[in-house]
């Protein structure tokens, strides 16, 4: 007869076996449905999206100023620490990774020839991928497409306005345009040119701008990092993108191969979206008041000219010969600016940039943002709303 610690271990390691062994199928069980978990993340995404519509104020509440909050505290001072567009490098490694990837499983096709049995894997594995990249993205910034908006929030009244205010912002902002060329930097061929020494400088000046901003609204507050210059900018320029905004880094990244006077405007844009503005016509809003906070010249005349240019747009299509003559006011300066602008951009014209457009505007209209590219004309409203709530207070 065998002693009782014999027994006992006996029946230890067999209670552990079957333990394992009840794991071990539990695995095997849930294998085949591993995948299937995470393309559920898809429609997941989308029901969360769908739900965030419904309830602006809740989003507001719950998501945009606490749980986003704490990524943007957290994971936006991990990816600020780096000096460099950690979503620039990322991007080129899964390219790398993408084309091994299909190289190897295109291979295997060929060589096994079992496309029956290797290709729903293939297709499992993407949809994975886009379900987990879907989920993400609107965690980290989707659903504050749908948040309480910029205007509500900072109690300016945005309305149908007059062409005689159009009219008057516009002339104001030419007015400031030219004032404040005066004071800044331009180069050999008269251009203007930034005061920093670098584009590093401009982002930590980009950086304190929010902050001096947020000491006005305090859901602008909290962490704030640089804004990043992108290595291979002129591929931006190619694609018609001046700066982009990469939820899953927190970064703002901007292209620093165009005219500088874009350069402290598209910086602080790129910042509005790390504090969760995510539609442009607000982020756009923002940057014209961080880039008027400032005392540097340089990004006083970068917000100036930017807002300039959408209020003149608007004015061209609603009174042509308005706009030129309030136009042929601007200074001599100021037009070499735009002169530069325009030859800078024509370069690039042509099917590349047109699809990218299209692209963009589709982007656009699948956040709820429904005239697409056109939404950026909205930036008006809001312009004219603060011009209001300015010279107000200026009366009283």
């Not at 333990?19 to 539990?26: D, P, Q």
């Not at 874009?262 to 016509?281: C, Q, T, V």
């Not at 880039?291 to 061209?316: K, W």
């Given at each position: 007869m065998p002693p009782a610690n014999f027994l006992e271990s006996t029946v230890l390691q067999d209670t552990k076996m079957h333990?394992?062994?009840?794991?071990?199928?539990?695995?095997?069980?849930?294998?085949?449905?591993?995948?299937?978990?995470?393309?559920?993340?898809?429609?997941?995404?989308?029901?969360?999206?769908?739900?965030a519509?419904?309830?602006?104020?809740?989003?507001?509440?719950?998501?945009?100023?606490?749980?986003?909050?704490?990524?943007?505290?957290?994971l936006g001072r991990i990816f600020g620490l780096f000096p460099f567009s950690v979503a620039e490098l990322a991007l080129y490694g899964l390219i790398f990774i993408g084309l091994l990837w299909l190289t190897v499983h295109i291979s295997r096709l060929v060589r096994l020839r079992d496309i029956t049995t290797r290709l729903p894997g293939m297709l499992a594995t993407l949809?994975?991928?886009?379900?987990?990249?879907?989920?993400?993205?609107?965690?980290?910034?989707?659903?504050?497409?749908?948040?309480?908006?910029?205007?509500?929030?900072?109690g300016l009244e945005v309305r149908p306005s007059s062409v005689e205010e159009l009219a008057a912002l516009y002339q104001e902002l030419v007015e400031t345009a030219n004032s404040v060329r005066q004071q800044v930097l331009s180069n050999h061929l008269g251009e203007m040119v930034l005061s920093q020494e670098s584009y590093h400088d401009a982002g930590v000046q980009a950086a304190q701008a929010m902050n001096k901003l947020a000491e006005r609204y305090p859901f602008l507050k909290g962490f704030t990092p640089r804004a990043k210059p992108v290595k291979l900018s002129r591929l931006m320029s190619v694609i018609d993108i001046t700066g982009i905004y990469i939820p899953f880094t927190f970064e703002g990244n901007v292209n620093v191969d165009v005219p500088d006077?874009?350069?402290?405007?598209?910086?602080?844009?790129?910042?509005?979206?790390?504090?969760?503005?995510?539609?442009?016509?607000?982020?756009?809003?923002?940057a014209h008041l961080g880039?008027?906070?400032?005392?540097?010249?340089?990004?006083?005349?970068?917000?100036?000219?930017?807002?300039?240019?959408?209020?003149?747009?608007?004015?061209?299509r609603v009174n042509p010969d308005l706009y030129f003559s309030l136009s042929a006011q601007l200074s001599e300066d100021v037009r070499r600016d735009f002169a530069a602008g325009s030859a800078y951009w024509q370069q690039f014209e042509g099917p590349v940039a047109e699809v990218a457009g299209k692209i963009n505007d589709s982007y656009l209209k699948a956040n709820r943002q429904v005239e697409g590219v056109q939404s950026y004309g909205r930036m008006?409203?809001?312009l004219l709303a603060d011009y209001r709530a300015r010279h107000a207070a200026d009366e009283a």
């Open positions: 333990s394992l062994s009840t794991a071990k199928r539990i695995r095997q069980f849930l294998r085949p449905y591993r995948r299937g978990f995470l393309i559920l993340l898809l429609p997941l995404s989308l029901l969360l999206t769908e739900w519509a419904q309830y602006p104020t809740t989003v507001e509440r719950l998501f945009s100023r606490r749980v986003y909050r704490v990524f943007t505290e957290v949809c994975c991928v886009v379900g987990v990249g879907y989920f993400l993205f609107t965690l980290f910034c989707g659903l504050n497409y749908h948040r309480v908006t910029f205007a509500d929030q900072s006077y874009y350069i402290p405007f598209s910086m602080i844009h790129e910042l509005a979206h790390f504090k969760g503005f995510m539609r442009e016509d607000e982020a756009n809003f923002i880039c008027r906070e400032m005392d540097d010249p340089a990004f006083q005349y970068s917000g100036t000219v930017l807002a300039l240019i959408h209020s003149g747009n608007a004015l061209y008006v409203d809001l």
